[in-house]
């Protein structure tokens, strides 16, 4: 079991993010309390029992400053100007990054990985379907289901290119 490194940053004085990171999936830590986290990896930020999944990038002041946008602010429960304690937590693991798509403050990248999770339940229950045998029959016709896998592992093609899309956007944008 790997050891995960949790950074505690002190008094932290909550600023408004700027008008361009208003939508933008990350938080400003200074690199000198993000402890060695390299700008734009995914982290977990935790305050006063709340969490939330996001990426964490540089910011240009250099005092105990976090910029974080008013969506992050609304799911950790504070307000702008408050000074509280940060656990700053780097992710490592694929499917906790999952985690900070679900948590975008940008609709469309929600709205992607949703359907994309969606798309690959389809693709699986698409898959079980078509591991069963020929001799099991469904509504009388053994080979009806084809058609549905073929459907289904199109769409979920679809909708995990649709998710690449929104991810591409909200990475690279800006």
């Known amino acids: 079991m790997c050891q995960k490194t949790v950074i505690h940053i002190s008094k932290v004085h909550i600023k408004p993010a700027t008008k361009e990171d208003a939508l933008q999936g990350w938080v400003r830590i200074p690199e000198n309390l993000r402890g060695g986290i390299p700008n734009r990896s995914f982290a977990k930020i935790r305050t006063n029992s709340k969490t939330i999944f996001c990426q964490v990038c540089g910011t240009s002041s250099t005092g105990c400053i976090a ?6 602010r609304d799911l ?4 702008a100007g408050q000074v509280l304690d940060l656990d700053v937590t780097p992710i490592t693991w694929f499917f906790s990054k999952f985690r900070a798509l679900q ?4 609709h469309l990248v929600r709205f992607g990985f949703g ?3 969606i798309g690959l339940a389809v693709g699986l229950l698409a ?3 078509a591991i069963l045998p020929p001799a099991i029959s469904i509504f009388g016709q053994p080979w009806a289901w084809a058609g549905y896998v073929t459907i289904g592992f199109t ?7 649709g998710y690449l899309i929104a991810a591409a956007i909200s990475t ?3």
């Open 67 to 72: 910029e974080i946008n008013e969506h992050y």
């Open 76 to 79: 950790l429960d504070i307000k």
């Open 103 to 106: 948590m975008h403050p940008q």
């Open 115 to 117: 359907f994309s999770m």
């Open 127 to 129: 898959l079980i379907i």
């Open 155 to 161: 769409l979920t093609l679809a909708l995990v290119v």
């Open 172 to 174: 690279f944008k800006g």
